[in-house]
């Protein structure tokens, strides 16, 4: 009897067991669907924060397109940013549809909450809204809602204004400031300025110095502007995402003279190399002085300014990492330096990287309308493109060029209307960036404007008329050739060896040029210099 009393009071255990198991394996079930939902919606937010960031990347790439030389209309501020004065800061704006974009006041969905941080002090209200110290405080004082920007829609993104709109809202355009990063100068504090704009010189980036207009106006060497690009995006999910990108225009290759080469240089033949700069002196009435008597005479040479110019006696006519030869009677070398030519100095030139730079947006003599045939040998490093004669490198002006600074075009090439400004005509001067991807021989007239870049070794045997900068990788050769002569008004850049050897009995002129240097704009967009995320 026992033993049945026992068994009757087990009676629904199993039961018991089963509904705490289905209960254990339903909290189980639970805990999986609330992972696999939180899974979901983490990977959700993320690629909503992916998206409100490469739309932002998307802004900072239109700014560098409308950055380029010649885009319109220009986003391109001219000054720093001040009260009262609208070309100081651009916005460009995407609304989407019903969307108002007004990133200048506070009322706004997409109220710009970084400028304060840029510590511009022309914008007083802005640079006083934020202590140095809180630099990770959004900004909430706004300067009003006119006359200190300049505001124009995207002309990139083919569906704003609609709901399929890319979802960056606003890109800010604004030169860089000295202590844009208070407490952080680009320049030492106790040499640096605050709210001075900062320029690019193709290594570093430096503090305009005092006086000088703008970067590209500055002479003593060669600058551009740096620009800084703020972009903001926010999705419809509310995901908002900020990135500031710096750019500039790689500045103009500036020689140190008319010859710049990487080792030693010969000299042969009938030969003129100028170092001073023929855009500011009067290179047709230099004067020298010579004192002492054989191989003890020092010649001494002087060139009078252009009107209304200063005259550049700071370049050599040749700069050698090598040695160069003693000019004989028939060739002439000028310069305002001492000495005329610089041998055994430091190379700071790094051709391979130039020629990297230019040749992407270069037009390419394989194609249209060169089409040469350039093969590389086996076991060599460039090819060779052959033998060309009467080439045409961009349009040249009329030599000599004159005026040096805007030169006259050669009616030879066809009409120009210089009552306008710019010219127009195809007969205008046009410099072009010109990429020959091995050796190459010019001989007979030809002519040029703006950078030939040969990745190899170049001999002119003949006439060249060329206006800008020709940059070889190898060697280069002026050979002469019968009656053509060979005037090169910029500099030449030589990466290996530069010899001059007119043993043909032509003859080479070459003047150093910064205007030819520095007129060569390349049309594209400004290069990155860094980029990074904002976090307010």
């Known amino acids: 009897?026992?033993?049945?009393?026992?068994?009757?009071?087990?009676r629904g255990i199993a039961l018991l067991m089963c509904m705490l198991a289905l209960l254990l394996i339903t909290a189980i079930a639970m805990g999986l669907i609330f992972m696999a939902d939180t899974e979901t919606a983490i990977?959700?937010?993320?690629?909503?924060?992916?998206?409100?960031?490469?739309?932002?990347?998307?802004?900072?790439?239109?700014?560098?397109?409308?950055?380029?030389?010649?885009?319109?209309?220009?986003?391109?501020?001219?000054?720093?940013?001040?009260?009262?004065t609208a070309t100081g800061v651009y916005y460009i704006l995407n609304a989407g549809s019903g969307e108002t974009v007004a990133p200048w006041l506070t009322t706004n969905k997409f109220f710009d909450t970084e400028l304060c941080h840029e510590q511009f002090t022309g914008l007083s209200t802005i640079s006083s809204d934020v202590a140095a110290s809180a630099l990770n405080v959004p900004c909430s004082t706004s300067q009003g809602s006119s006359g200190w920007y300049t505001s124009a829609t995207s002309t990139s993104d083919p569906y704003k204004g609609t709901t399929g709109s890319l979802d960056y809202k606003w890109v800010r355009v604004t030169q860089k400031a000295n202590a844009s990063a208070t407490p952080y100068l680009v320049t030492a504090a106790s040499t640096g300025t605050a709210n001075y704009p900062i320029c690019w010189d193709g290594t570093h980036q430096l503090q305009l110095p005092g006086g000088a207009g703008t970067c590209e106006a500055y002479s003593a060497?060669?600058?551009?502007?740096?620009?800084?690009?703020?972009?903001?995006?926010?999705?419809?999910?509310?995901?908002?995402?900020?990135?500031?990108?710096?750019?500039?225009?790689?500045?103009?290759?500036?020689?140190?003279?008319?010859?710049?080469?990487?080792?030693?240089?010969?000299?042969?033949?009938?030969?003129?190399?100028?170092g001073f700069d023929s855009c500011s002196c009067d290179t047709a009435h230099c004067a020298s002085t010579t004192t002492g008597n054989g191989s003890n005479a020092v010649t001494t040479w002087t060139c009078p300014s252009l009107p209304g110019k200063t005259c550049d006696t700071s370049k050599y006519a040749i700069y050698a990492?090598?040695?160069?030869?003693?000019?004989?009677?028939?060739?002439?070398?000028?310069?305002?330096?001492?000495?005329?030519v610089a041998q055994n100095q430091a190379w700071t030139y790094d051709i391979p990287a130039m020629i990297n730079s230019y040749k992407s947006s270069?037009?390419?003599?394989?194609?249209?309308?060169?089409?040469?045939?350039?093969?590389?040998?086996?076991?060599t490093a460039n090819g060779d493109c052959g033998n060309e004669t009467r080439q045409q490198f961009g349009i040249p002006p009329a030599f000599p060029p004159t005026p040096p600074d805007h030169p006259l075009p050669d009616s030879s090439f066809g009409a120009c209307n210089t009552s306008v400004t710019p010219w127009?005509?195809?007969g205008c001067p046009t410099p072009q960036v010109t990429y020959v991807p091995g050796n190459l021989q010019i001989t007979a007239g030809s002519t040029g404007n703006g950078i030939l870049i040969v990745d190899g070794d170049l001999n002119i045997h003949g006439g060249l008329q060329f206006y800008g900068l020709i940059l070889v990788?190898?060697?280069?050769?002026?050979?002469?050739?019968g009656s053509d002569r060979t005037n090169i008004v910029g500099a030449v850049l030589a990466g290996q060896e530069s010899y001059v050897d007119n043993t043909l009995g032509g003859s080479a002129v070459i003047n150093f040029n910064a205007c030819a240097?520095?007129?060569?704009?390349?049309?594209?967009?400004?290069?990155?210099?860094?980029?990074?995320?904002?976090?307010?």
């Open 517 to 536: 240097l520095k007129n060569n704009n390349v049309p594209s967009p400004p290069s990155m210099l860094n980029i990074h995320e904002v976090s307010y």
């Open 321 to 340: 990492s090598g040695t160069v030869d003693n000019p004989n009677r028939s060739e002439t070398l000028k310069a305002g330096t001492d000495p005329i």
């Open 1 to 10: 009897m026992m033993n049945v009393r026992a068994g009757k009071n087990e």
């Open 473 to 481: 990788r190898g060697v280069v050769k002026f050979t002469g050739g």
């Open 362 to 379: 270069a037009t390419d003599v394989r194609s249209a309308p060169y089409n040469y045939s350039c093969t590389v040998a086996t076991g």
């Open 424 to 426: 127009t005509g195809a």
């Open 43 to 84: 990977n959700g937010n993320y690629r909503d924060e992916q998206k409100a960031y490469f739309a932002a990347m998307a802004g900072l790439q239109e700014a560098r397109v409308r950055l380029m030389t010649g885009v319109s209309p220009t986003i391109k501020p001219l000054i720093m940013p001040a009260s009262g």
């Open 221 to 274: 060497t060669s600058f551009t502007t740096v620009y800084r690009l703020t972009s903001m995006a926010m999705t419809s999910l509310g995901s908002r995402r900020m990135v500031q990108m710096e750019v500039a225009n790689n500045p103009p290759i500036v020689t140190k003279g008319a010859v710049d080469s990487q080792d030693h240089v010969t000299l042969n033949g009938a030969l003129e190399v100028n």
